[in-house]
């Protein structure tokens, strides 16, 4: 078992943080956000703390098991490159009709955090890797994540609560941790 201490300092050494993004960057699961044709820009968490990990040189991902063209629009206003966004795609016929997902999306099946995050620390030799969601997907993506920080800011689930190695409710508490 890490300690509290060892936690925050390999947070603050991490190369990448990869965030889940419903419930965790924005406060509603995406799909609610697609039915109401959203305005996501209202819903962004206030994440200052993606600027100051891109200020530290930390390479930041959003790895999520919604829909690409939500999570890329969510990207765009935290200045993160959609070549930094995991997700799944939507496919549609020519006709425009809703054709399926894709199926080849590590984040299409089980266990596809932990996959995406993998193939991070192969692709770019990462050595420390944090994972932040709200759910038992972003937890089980620990390992091959060297910490996973549990989040409650907008939805308490208790199993994470119960099991996270670090839960937090607000990112006030990261951003105070890069000061130090």
């Not at 939507?90 to 995050?117: C, H, R, W």
């Not at 990462?126 to 390992?143: L, Q, S, Y």
Request: charged fraction near 25%; include cysteine; glycine fraction near 8%.
């Amino acid at each position: 078992m890490v300690s509290h201490s060892e936690l925050r300092k390999l947070f603050c050494s991490a190369d990448a943080v990869c965030f889940d993004v419903d419930s965790t960057v924005i406060r509603e699961e995406g799909i609610d956000e697609l039915a109401k044709f959203c305005g996501v820009e209202d819903a962004v968490s206030e994440m200052e703390l993606v600027s100051r990990l891109q200020e530290r040189n930390v390479q930041v991902f959003l790895i999520s098991g919604g829909f690409r063209s939500i999570v890329e629009h969510v990207a765009s206003k935290l200045n993160i490159p959609s070549t930094n966004v995991f997700a799944n795609r939507l496919k549609f016929y020519f006709n425009g009709e809703y054709a399926g997902f894709d199926e080849m999306q590590p984040t299409a099946e089980s266990g596809g955090k932990g996959k995406v995050i993998k193939l991070l620390k192969e692709k770019f030799q990462f050595k420390k890797i944090v994972m932040i969601g709200d759910g038992a997907t972003d937890m089980e993506a620990c390992p091959p994540a060297d910490v996973f920080i549990g989040f409650g800011g907008n939805v308490i689930r208790q199993q994470v609560k119960d099991n996270a190695q670090w839960y937090i409710t607000d990112f006030v508490e990261l951003l105070g941790e890069l000061e130090e």
